[in-house]
């Protein structure tokens, strides 16, 4: 069984930067396409970034395009996602998630395994 422990939340002002970390208990990161989700209240989970088995492909939902980047560390089971220019709609719980496929989705059916979420605020 996979776990992912996600850190890296807390409340920011807007325009301000975090940086979220997802570590996996297993060595066989690397195998595996990561993904970043997010859930705000009463909202669905939507997908954030994505990045293949390699970190040689990624992908951004819309609203994220040109502020947040992802990235992995496979040596140390890692997977970053870097949020500059915050704004209060980035309000949210992250979630880290792994694929069984080298490919990445940009759906939530498409990862098997999920962390337990981190919280991310953003203040007007």
């Known amino acids: 069984q996979v776990q992912l422990v996600e850190s890296g939340g807390g409340l920011v002002q807007t325009g301000g930067s975090l940086r979220l970390s997802c570590v996996a208990s297993?060595?066989?990161?690397?195998?595996?396409?990561m993904g970043w989700f997010r859930q705000a209240p009463g909202k669905e989970r939507e997908f954030v970034a994505a990045?293949?088995?390699?970190?040689?492909?990624?992908g951004y939902g819309d609203s994220v395009k040109g502020r947040f980047t992802i990235s992995r560390d496979n040596t140390n089971n890692t997977v970053y996602l870097h949020m500059n220019s915050l704004k209060p709609d980035d309000t949210a719980v992250y979630y880290c998630?792994?694929?069984?496929?080298?490919?990445?989705?940009?759906?939530?059916?498409?990862?098997?395994?999920w962390g337990q979420g981190t919280q991310v605020t953003v203040s007007s």
């Open positions: 998630a792994r694929s069984y496929y080298p490919g990445y989705s940009v759906r939530v059916s498409g990862y098997k395994f």
């Open positions: 297993e060595r066989t990161l690397s195998t595996g396409a």
């Open positions: 990045i293949n088995w390699s970190g040689g492909s990624i």
